[in-house]
């Protein structure tokens, strides 16, 4: 499947934005669907992740009670709410998608997901 993300930009330390990721082609309501992101210098992180079926999550340690990954099946996406964000935040996040045939998987690792996005900016001014 492939995927589009978008929803990044500049925002000021404290503030919010909203990450999106979506098919390009097909539904993937079949795929568990993870965040992660990558700063300048350093390697892919993990940062959430979504079940398509049981509505399971799993967050990052940094990111827990900031931000809020959801689906919106209706519009066939994913969703990243990030709040109260700081400068370590700054990253290119990709969105990624996995067929998970239990519907209950949240896959944590990028090993796990073989569909990405091709990445969004998200900085965060001090």
């Known amino acids: 499947v492939q995927l589009q993300a978008s929803g990044g930009g500049l925002v000021q330390a404290g503030g919010s934005l909203r990450l999106s990721c979506a098919p390009s082609?097909?539904?993937?309501?079949?795929?568990?669907t993870g965040w992660f992101r990558q700063a300048p210098g350093k390697e892919r992180e993990f940062v959430a992740s979504?079940?398509?079926?049981?509505?399971?999550?799993a967050y990052a340690d940094s990111v827990k009670g900031r931000f809020t990954i959801s689906r919106d099946d209706a519009e066939d996406t994913v969703h990243l709410q990030m709040n109260s964000l700081k400068p370590e935040d700054t990253a290119v996040y990709y969105c990624?998608?996995?067929?998970?045939?239990?519907?209950?998987?949240?896959?944590?690792?990028?090993?796990?997901?073989?569909?990405w996005g091709q990445g969004t900016l998200v900085t965060v001014s001090s």
């Open positions: 082609r097909r539904t993937y309501s079949n795929y568990a």
């Open positions: 979504i079940s398509w079926s049981s509505g399971s999550t």
């Open positions: 990624a998608a996995e067929l998970d045939p239990t519907g209950r998987a949240t896959p944590a690792h990028h090993y796990e997901y073989h569909s």
